[in-house]
């Protein structure tokens, strides 16, 4: 989560400096020419930087923020099952499928993710949330239980993975908004 912050910080400041880079340039052209053609060439110029955009932000994409929350859900019941089901009841056997289930929505995610670009952000937190999947897997599978604390720990982990996924899609979706406030301009 803290280097998502840091991203948007490094993202308006590189905004503020192509606004001040804009104001750069227009005093330099203004000061190459005479007052009276200023004008033309200050309107020409601008017209030229103003459709130079950098995007840092990939697009917003509606279905990708649900899968986020309907992936979020579906390891929110596993565990909840989990928690709920007696000690005897608790082995691995009795979960497989539903582990193999979702390590493939978890797996659609990060393809959802790597096929935008400018997503290394949301690629990295779906990717450690997988890692984490076939980690805890793994050790049910070996252990042949899980305790009850141990996955309410694990529950609290994943929710904080899911937050941090769908805060970085809304904050794609805040972007797309304030864009298509600016006219498209960015």
């Known amino acids: 989560m803290g280097s998502y912050h840091f991203g948007i910080v490094i993202i308006c400041f590189v905004k503020l400096y192509i606004e001040y880079l804009r104001e750069m340039v ?7 020419v005479n007052n009276k053609s200023c004008i033309v060439v200050a309107l020409f110029a601008v017209i030229l930087i103003q ?11 509606a279905n990708v923020a649900q899968e986020i929350i309907n ?3 579906k390891v929110d019941i596993f565990y909840g099952k989990l928690i709920e089901t007696s000690d005897s009841e608790r082995n691995y056997a009795n979960f497989k499928d539903k582990y193999i289930r979702i390590e493939a929505d978890l797996r659609a995610l990060i393809v959802q993710n790597k096929a935008r670009p400018l997503n290394d952000e949301s690629i990295s937190i779906a990717e450690t949330t997988l890692n984490k999947w076939l980690k805890y897997k793994k050790k049910h599978k070996e252990n042949d239980s899980y305790k009850v604390t141990l996955a309410k720990n694990h529950r609290k982990r994943f929710t904080r993975l899911f937050t941090a996924m769908s805060i970085a899609e809304e ?10 406030e600016n006219g498209g301009d960015e």
């Open 26 to 32: 227009m005093k330099y052209i203004c000061s190459l």
């Open 71 to 73: 992936v979020s859900k």
């Open 171 to 180: 904050a794609k979706k805040m972007r797309a908004e304030q864009t298509k």
């Open 51 to 61: 459709g130079c955009a950098i995007q840092l932000v990939p697009d917003y994409k």
